[in-house]
């Protein structure tokens, strides 16, 4: 009986590499509703030490000599996306995930694809995770898809299937 318990506890008990090592996930989100979904199966499916959400502004310069526009147009998309991370942070929350850090970048450098790219590549976390705008296959080969640059670029697993 005791030969049994101890290998219980031995099975119970993680291996010595599983409490070394640190899971940060990161979330790359959107303004989709399809955002959400990610941000619920990540909240459902994987565990962390650390969570950050990650969202591109959508902002382009209207015109070099309208300044003041340009200004208010760049303030306006850096609140609506500090909201959109508050709001899908909160959604996670409520999923029962805590996110450690909101992380707003700007589209200064090119397409989000290669923004979030240059930022993974910095950060390096464990998994990276995102979801799609619904577009079909159509669309995609034309319109090009973050999530497909970023699989094509980095060392990431791709399960889509879990979404549905």
């Given at each position: 009986?005791?030969?049994?318990?101890?290998?219980?506890?031995?099975?119970?008990?993680?291996?010595?590499?599983?409490?070394?090592?640190?899971?940060h996930v990161m979330i790359c989100i959107d303004a989709s509703e399809h955002s959400t979904r990610v941000v619920e199966w990540t909240a459902k499916h994987l565990r962390a030490d650390k969570v950050t959400m990650v969202h591109v502004y959508n902002y382009q310069m209207v015109h070099p000599?309208?300044?003041?526009?340009?200004?208010?147009?760049r303030e306006h998309a850096i609140q609506v996306g500090?909201?959109?991370l508050n709001?899908?942070?909160?959604?996670?929350?409520?999923?029962?995930?805590?996110?450690?850090?909101?992380?707003?970048?700007?589209?200064?450098e090119g397409a989000?694809?290669?923004?979030?790219?240059?930022?993974?590549q910095k950060v390096r976390p464990t998994v990276l995770v995102c979801g799609t705008r619904g577009m079909g296959a159509v669309s995609r080969a034309f319109l090009g898809s973050v999530s497909d640059y970023l699989t094509s670029q980095l060392p990431v697993h791709r399960n889509s299937s879990e979404l549905g």
């Open positions: 009986m005791a030969d049994a318990d101890k290998k219980e506890n031995k099975l119970q008990s993680p291996a010595k590499e599983d409490r070394c090592t640190k899971t000599s309208l300044t003041d526009v340009d200004r208010a147009r500090k909201d959109l709001q899908l942070s909160h959604k996670a929350s409520v999923a029962g995930m805590k996110v450690d850090e909101l992380k707003l970048l700007a589209p200064d989000a694809k290669y923004i979030i790219l240059k930022y993974v």
